[in-house]
Nanobody, 123 residues
Framework: QLQLVESGGGLVQPGGSLRLSCAAS????????IGWFRQAPGKEREAVSC????????WYADSVKGRSTISRVNAKNTVYLQMNSLKPEDTAVYYC????????????????WGQGTQVTVSS
């Protein structure tokens, strides 16, 4: 059974950093495109970053570009999202998702989802 489990969220002050983890089981992350998405209260889910399955092509939303890095560690079957210089507007539930074929980094393209991890940026 394909499963994704996010972790690493929490409360952080503005300007701080977090590293979110997406641990996969039941499949190999190297064989799937993995994306990070977020949803703030009252807002639609939006894409944050995605990484392709084989050649590691990455995409970032303009809102996080330059502040975030997506990476994959095949030996741990885990994908990470390092987020720096966090802002209050980064507050959201962050989800990771997987799809067999890499395309546009939009939630509609992704088939398998984790339960999410809360990120709160506040002083």
């Amino acid at each position: 059974q394909l499963q994704l489990v996010e972790s690493g969220g929490g409360l952080v002050q503005p300007g701080g950093s977090l590293r979110l983890s997406c641990a996969a089981s039941g499949f190999t992350v190297a064989d799937y495109a993995i994306g990070w998405f977020r949803q703030a209260p009252g807002k639609e889910r939006e894409a944050v970053s995605c990484i392709s399955r084989s050649d590691g092509i990455t995409w970032y939303a303009d809102s996080v570009k330059g502040r975030s890095t997506i990476s994959r560690v095949n030996a741990k079957n885990t994908v990470y999202l390092q987020m720096n210089s966090l802002k209050p507007e980064d507050t959201a539930v962050y989800y990771c998702a997987a799809v067999r074929l890499f395309g546009l980094c939009v939630s509609e393209n992704y088939d398998y989802w984790g339960q999410g991890t809360q990120v709160t940026v506040s002083s």
